[in-house]
């Protein structure tokens, strides 16, 4: 049995909208993935290279100016489609999408059966497999669950449309899939939740020195782990693995008398509480006590919104909300390091450091509930989220659609007047005489504090 592929009928007026004669345009399908169903949330144009020497920040970063002679206006073949721009797009957009929801495949516009075309197909197939390749370099991102990927093909001549699966291995079978574009939306169970950071990270003193970059890389590793170890609960309890949403909702609605109120019940977001492992120290074993230079902090809130279809499971809203919760951090580290034009090596005076990464904004989707995400360095507005909308999403969006208090910056002076205080780490009187068995924080070399801070102010519906 092939998969079956539901898709809202906005979504094929944006198909066409896209159809020009004599050129083809290519894009992403974004949406969620439940055993042989999909659910489409969104169809996102991939857009053209600036020019033909470019690089990865240039997707969201460069703008055409006059003295640019080599833009690419159109694809006038399916050959000439740049398949690493089109991986590069789907991992920026990967960071937008909200846990669970991944990108599914792609679709592509042309003025013929594209996808009924043997060379067509294999240059189709290695676009797939390098979107499979870039995200699995990129595994924090969590978008390369999928062993399988879709290709829509829109006729835009003949207004027809065929979709088919490809498996991402070396086989690279191509199988029919069935796509269908109806006018009911597609129901979606909304998951909210506040996650808590406030964890020390010593940087060893006998290690060889590593960059920021590094560092950080390390810290978004082991919060991965520690996540991915999370119990959850929901609604204040932790449910069976097979259970189902609806069942948590029905509850709901009877607690609160209103069984003939679908609609405000399913408006009302379910509260998920994430319980992270104890760090347990236990005497009965030897204790070894390592030298460390410098420390890095990882403290703040980060808010969690997540959707999961109408007949998912208890399983897959946990995996859901794991997800967007280390894509979200991953999302922000990664972002912050590759805005960092120095090293951070400070001055003898300066034994602190603040960091604030970019922190999250929602964006509702056009006649959905479903909200996407971007991130905001401190000073940007809601205007660059709208830019970064435009040029990844090919969404315009009023202003006043961005949800952009969920989370506030941060307060340098709040934490840089805290630096004198609680910094130095006590680890107990040790009786050896060897000073190097003494663990400091501060006072040694330089401490480096990076604090990643998002405040939520969570507005609950």
């Known amino acids: 049995m092939g998969r079956t592929v539901y ?30 169903k999909d659910y489409i949330v969104h169809l996102a144009k991939t857009p053209l290279p600036v020019g033909k020497n470019v690089v990865e920040e240039t ?47 792609a679709f592509i516009v042309g003025p013929d059966d594209t996808i009924n075309d043997n060379m067509n197909i294999q240059k189709l197939r290695s676009i797939l497999m390098a979107i499979h390749k870039n995200l699995a370099q990129n595994k924090y991102l969590c978008g390369n669950n999928n062993e399988e990927q879709l290709i829509l093909n829109l006729n835009s001549v003949s207004q027809n449309y065929t979709c088919k699966s490809v498996e991402i291995n070396k086989s690279g079978t191509v199988k029919p899939a069935e796509w269908k574009f109806q006018g009911k939306a597609t129901k979606w169970h909304q998951l909210e939740s506040v996650i808590d950071f406030d964890r020390l990270f010593l940087i060893d003193a006998n290690k060889d020195p590593e960059t920021l970059k590094k560092q950080l890389q390390d810290i978004l590793k082991s919060m ?29 609605k009877e607690e609160k008398g209103c069984k003939n109120n679908e609609k ?7 509260q998920i509480s994430l319980y992270t492992p104890c760090q347990v120290n236990n005497t009965s074993f ?24 109408q007949k998912a499971n208890i399983n897959e809203a946990n995996i859901a909300v794991k997800e967007d919760i280390i ?47 971007d991130y905001l360095f401190p000073g940007e507005g809601p205007l660059e989220a709208l830019l970064s909308l435009q040029e990844l999403l090919d969404l315009e969006v009023h202003e006043s659609n961005v949800q952009k208090d969920i989370e506030l910056q941060a307060d340098p002076i709040e934490f840089y007047s805290q630096s004198d205080v609680d910094i130095k780490a006590d680890f107990g009187k040790d009786s050896c005489d060897n000073q190097q068995s003494r ?11 990076i604090l990643i801070i998002a405040i939520l102010i969570h507005k609950f519906n």
């Open 7 to 36: 898709a809202e009928e906005r979504l094929h007026n944006y198909l066409m909208s896209l159809a020009k004669p004599n050129e083809y345009t290519i894009g992403l399908i974004l949406g969620q993935t439940a055993g042989q």
């Open 59 to 105: 997707l969201i970063t460069s703008k055409p100016n006059a003295q640019q002679k080599d833009v690419e206006s159109c694809i006038k073949s399916v050959k000439d489609i740049n398949e690493s721009w089109v991986a590069d797009h789907a991992k920026h957009v990967t960071r937008m999408l909200p846990g669970g929801m991944q990108v599914l495949g």
């Open 224 to 252: 991965s782990d520690i996540i991915e170890s999370s119990l959850i609960a929901i609604e204040g309890e932790v449910k069976s693995l097979d259970d189902t949403l609806e069942v948590i909702t029905k509850d709901k």
């Open 264 to 270: 405000n019940t399913n408006d009302k977001p379910i």
């Open 286 to 309: 030897n204790v070894r006590i390592t030298p460390c230079n410098a420390s890095i902090r990882l403290v703040g809130q980060l808010v969690s919104r997540t959707f999961v279809h």
């Open 327 to 373: 894509r979200s951090l991953a999302s922000r580290l990664e972002m912050h390091w590759d805005s960092l034009i120095d090293e951070e090596n400070g001055f003898p005076e300066e034994n602190i450091t603040l960091h604030e990464p970019p922190r999250r904004v929602l964006i509702a989707l056009p006649e959905s509930k479903v909200t996407l995400s």
């Open 439 to 449: 663990v400091y924080i501060t006072g040694i070399s330089i401490a480096v504090i």
